[in-house]
C-alpha cells in the first residue's frame, strides 16, 4: 500500500513539475517571442548576411529611410539624411543596437504571436518616426566630422524631431573600418541616447532648479567672485572675475565661484534628490529604446560638492536628458515625455497602433520653471547677444565648457529652448572634445533651429 502511495505522489510531483514547466514556457513565449524572432540566425527575419529582410521606416513628413526594393534594402536618396539617421534606423548589419531595425525587427517583418511568421502581409509592416529627416541632415551637417549629438524635441508634444550622432557614416556605403582608426572611434554608439559627457556648466541649471527650490532667500542673496574661493583647503576657480553679482547674473555670469557657494548651501541630499528628479540620473525609454543614466556624485567634502554643483568633480550627463530637463522648463515644469515612434501600419495602410496623447508630469512648479526660463533668456539677451540667434524664436539658454583630464579640448555643450510657443522646441548640442561652448555647440543648435523655424514658416504659408 505504502509503495503504490509513493508511486501515485510521484507521479502528481510529475504532473505538478511538468504543469509548471508548460504554464512558464507559455508565459515567456508570450512575454519573450518577439525576442526570440529576433535573433540574428532567424533566416524568416534575417538574409544569410545578416540584413533584415522585410519592413519600411518613414520619417514625419513620409519620407522613405528604410525599404525593400526588388529584394534589396535600401535607404534614403539623401546621403546626408542616410548619415544623419544611420544610428536611429540602423545599418543593414544591425551594429547598432538601438537602431530601430533591431529593437522593432519583429514588427517591422510582421511577426505575430498567434501567426507567427506565416502572416499574409509578405511585405512586412511600415514605422513611421517623428524625426524630420532635413533637420536631421541639418544637424550633421553642421557637426562636420566632429564627435557629438544633436537633439531637438517638441516640448509640448514630446515628438523628437532630431536625434543625430557622430561619427557616422552612410549604411548604403559602408566604410572598411581599421582597428584603432580614431574617425571611427564608438560609431556604433548612438551617443544622443547611449552615451554620457562631463557637462560643465550646463549643469548650473539643474542648480538653479535646485536653489530656487531649496534656497528661500537666494534671490536677495548676493555673491561676491573675486576668481577664486578656497573651500577645505582646495581652490573653486572661476574663469572670471565678477565681483558682486546676484543669482540671476552669477547664471549669466557662469560664475563657478557664486555657484560653488550656491550648491555647498543645497547640500548633498538635495543635490542628490534634483538630479534624480530632473531625470539627470535616470533611464528613460524613447519609445522602448532605453538611454543610459547620468552619474552624479552624491557624497563627499564640501570642495567636491562644490565642483559637483558647477557640473564638474565626476559629473557625468546624458544629451538626451538635458534636451529633456530643457523642456521641462521650457513648458511651464511639465514634461511632455519624448517619443519617436509615431505610428505602424501593415504594408496596406491598416493601423497596428493607435495615436496617443503625450505622456505628461509635473515634475518642477510653473514658478521655478518660469524663474529659471527667466534667468537663461537674460543670459541670451545680456550675454550671447541675440542677434547670434533664428530672430523672433526667443532663445533661452546656457553654454558649458566641460573640463576633462589630460590634454585634451573641453566638451563643448549649448541646451537650452525656444521660448515662442510658435516653435515649441528645446534641444541639447554637444560636441565631444570640440572647446568652448559658445563657439562651437551655439552655431550648430542656432542652425537647427533656423531649419526649423524656416519650416514652421513655411508651413504657415
Known amino acids: 500500500m505504502k509503495k503504490v502511495q509513493r508511486r501515485a505522489l510521484s507521479v502528481i510531483l510529475i504532473i505538478v513539475v511538468l504543469m509548471g514547466g508548460v504554464g512558464y514556457f507559455t508565459f515567456r513565449f508570450f512575454s519573450e517571442g518577439h525576442k526570440w524572432v529576433n535573433f540574428t540566425a532567424n533566416r524568416h527575419i534575417y538574409s544569410s548576411g545578416g540584413v533584415l529582410i522585410d519592413g519600411a521606416i518613414y520619417d514625419r513628413n513620409d519620407n522613405p529611410l528604410l525599404y525593400t526594393e526588388d529584394g534589396k534594402r535600401k535607404y534614403s536618396d539623401n546621403e546626408s539624411v542616410r548619415c544623419a539617421t544611420m544610428h536611429i534606423i540602423g545599418d543593414k548589419k544591425g551594429n547598432v543596437s538601438t537602431s530601430l531595425q533591431k529593437v522593432y525587427a519583429d514588427r517591422l ?26 533637420i536631421c541632415a541639418t544637424a550633421y551637417e553642421k557637426l562636420k566630422g566632429k564627435k557629438g549629438a544633436v537633439c531637438v524635441f517638441n516640448y509640448k508634444t514630446g515628438e523628437v524631431i532630431c536625434l543625430v550622432s557622430t561619427p557616422t557614416y552612410d549604411p548604403e556605403n559602408p566604410p572598411v573600418i581599421a582597428d584603432g582608426d580614431d574617425n571611427y572611434d564608438g560609431v556604433f554608439i548612438n551617443r544622443a541616447i547611449s552615451s554620457r559627457f562631463p557637462p560643465g556648466s550646463v549643469y548650473k ?17 548676493t555673491f561676491n567672485c573675486n576668481h577664486i574661493i578656497n573651500v577645505n583647503g582646495q581652490k573653486v576657480v572661476c574663469s572670471g572675475t565678477h565681483h558682486e553679482e546676484d543669482f540671476k547674473t552669477a547664471l549669466r555670469n557662469s560664475c563657478n565661484v557664486a555657484f ?6 543645497i547640500g548633498w541630499e538635495k543635490t542628490s534628490e534634483y ?87 509635473r515634475i518642477l512648479s510653473k514658478a521655478t520653471a518660469d524663474q529659471l526660463a527667466d534667468m537663461m533668456r537674460y543670459t ?49 548640442v554637444v560636441v565631444q572634445n570640440g572647446g568652448s561652448g559658445y563657439s562651437v555647440a551655439r552655431p550648430i543648435a542656432s542652425a537647427v533651429m533656423a531649419e526649423i523655424k524656416k519650416k514652421v514658416d513655411s508651413a504657415e504659408g
Open 275 to 361: 538630479a534624480t528628479k530632473l531625470g539627470i540620473t535616470t533611464s528613460h525609454s524613447l519609445s522602448g529604446i532605453p538611454t543610459v543614466k547620468g552619474k552624479i556624485a552624491s557624497s563627499g567634502g564640501l570642495n567636491e560638492l562644490a565642483w559637483t554643483g558647477i557640473g564638474q568633480n565626476t559629473d557625468e550627463v546624458n544629451p538626451f536628458a538635458m534636451m529633456r530637463f530643457m523642456g521641462i522648463v521650457a513648458n511651464g515644469g511639465i514634461c511632455a515625455e519624448p517619443y519617436i515612434l509615431e505610428k505602424m501600419t501593415t504594408s496596406t495602410g491598416i493601423p497596428l497602433n493607435f495615436d496617443k496623447q503625450p505622456d505628461t508630469t
Open 109 to 134: 517583418v510582421g511577426f505575430n504571436i498567434v501567426a507567427g511568421m506565416f502572416s499574409t502581409n509578405v511585405a512586412g509592416n511600415k514605422i513611421y518616426i517623428t524625426l524630420d529627416s532635413d
Open 260 to 265: 560653488g557657494e550656491i550648491s555647498m548651501q
Open 205 to 221: 541649471t539643474v542648480t538653479a532648479a535646485a536653489a530656487i527650490d531649496c534656497i528661500p532667500d537666494i534671490n536677495e542673496q
Open 380 to 428: 541670451v539677451t545680456s550675454n550671447y547677444g541675440e542677434s547670434n540667434f533664428p530672430s523672433g524664436m526667443e532663445f533661452c539658454a546656457k553654454t558649458g565648457t566641460a573640463e576633462v583630464d589630460g590634454d585634451k579640448k573641453s566638451h563643448a555643450w549649448f541646451v537650452g529652448f525656444a521660448r515662442n510657443e510658435k516653435y515649441p522646441y528645446a534641444f541639447a
